[in-house]
């Protein structure tokens, strides 16, 4: 029995990941991640695990990737609080090449993100206290690190909120 629910946003590869929660008056249970069914999990295997908490609403974190041979497959999902994630596709042979795509993420919705290879990912945090868990299909690379500029007004991202902060170094990022 699947216990997702895949949509495919209109970017090539980019899926919206919905999980079937069971619940009862004790609370629910739901798988997080099977390989088996969510076989566009880049190489299937799971490398790396990332987990952030950012305090302050209205946070921006991103945008980031890693270069080939070093890209990597993400699944993002909010454990804790709301936030509005988004990937920019930077393939550039792609039909939608720097548009970007976002999505509410929350502890309530049992949304996640799964953002193919290719793909710059940032989020902005809609609450306060929020968490979020990431899967890797590949180690982190220091030295295929890359990142585009959150405000590039070239990707002309709709950020939900006011910007309350952004780290310098993600401020500092490059435009186009």
Request: glycine fraction near 8%; aromatic fraction near 10%; hydrophobic fraction near 35%.
């Amino acid at each position: 029995m699947g216990r997702f629910t895949l949509t495919p946003t209109y970017m090539k590869d980019l899926t919206l990941v919905e999980r079937q929660r069971l619940g009862d008056d004790r609370g629910f249970f739901s798988r997080f991640f099977c390989a088996d069914e969510l076989p566009d999990f880049g190489t299937g295997s799971i490398a790396q695990i990332n987990h952030t908490m950012t305090r302050e609403k209205g946070v921006i974190r991103g945008m980031h990737f890693q270069r080939a041979p070093h890209d990597e497959t993400k699944f993002v999902s909010c454990l804790k609080g709301v936030i509005f994630d988004v990937a920019v596709d930077l393939r550039p042979r792609s039909p939608t090449y720097l548009k970007w795509h976002g999505e509410i993420l929350s502890q309530d919705n049992a949304r996640s993100l799964l953002i193919p290879a290719g793909f710059a990912h940032g989020f902005q945090t809609l609450s306060e206290d929020c968490e979020l868990i990431y899967l890797h299909d590949k180690p982190y690379a220091p030295d295929a690190e890359g990142g585009v500029n959150p405000l590039d007004p070239k990707l002309n991202i709709t950020w939900p909120l006011p910007v309350t902060q952004m780290s310098a170094r993600d401020s500092s990022l490059a435009f186009l």
